[in-house]
């Protein structure tokens, strides 16, 4: 059982929860949000765990893989948080705001296997 985490609560982690619950080889065990209600409402509706520390639900010990659905200046940190811990990453697009940053990105995800 692959187990997920998703951050990012609105319309496209919304879909991302969704499609993991109908994945019977996954579990969506947390979903994180900056917006408290949100993550808790669309935790709620997946049986999942509620957070807003998306780096502290991205690296806990219980999580194997990631689905990041944040905005996109969010996406560096938390992409590199998530590689580094060795979870599995689902970057949402834009991966980055700068090719540079997409590089960086790739290059950490090659080091990590």
């Given amino acids: 059982m692959i187990r997920v985490a998703v951050l990012g609560a609105g319309r496209i982690g ?5 499609n993991v619950e109908r994945n019977p080889r996954c579990k969506l065990v947390a979903v994180s949000d900056a917006i ?5 409402a669309l935790a709620a509706a997946h049986g999942a765990e509620a957070a807003t520390d998306s780096i502290a639900t991205a690296t806990r010990k219980d999580i194997d893989a990631v ?5 996109v200046p969010t996406h560096v940190p938390l992409a590199t948080a998530v590689l580094r811990a060795g979870r599995d990453l689902f ?5 980055t705001e700068t090719a540079a940053e997409a590089a960086a990105l790739a290059a950490l995800a090659e080091g990590a296997g």
């Fill in 67 to 71: 689905i990041i659905a944040t905005p």
């Fill in 14 to 18: 919304k879909l991302h929860a969704t």
């Fill in 91 to 95: 970057l949402e697009k834009p991966a």
């Fill in 36 to 40: 408290p209600e949100a993550a808790k």
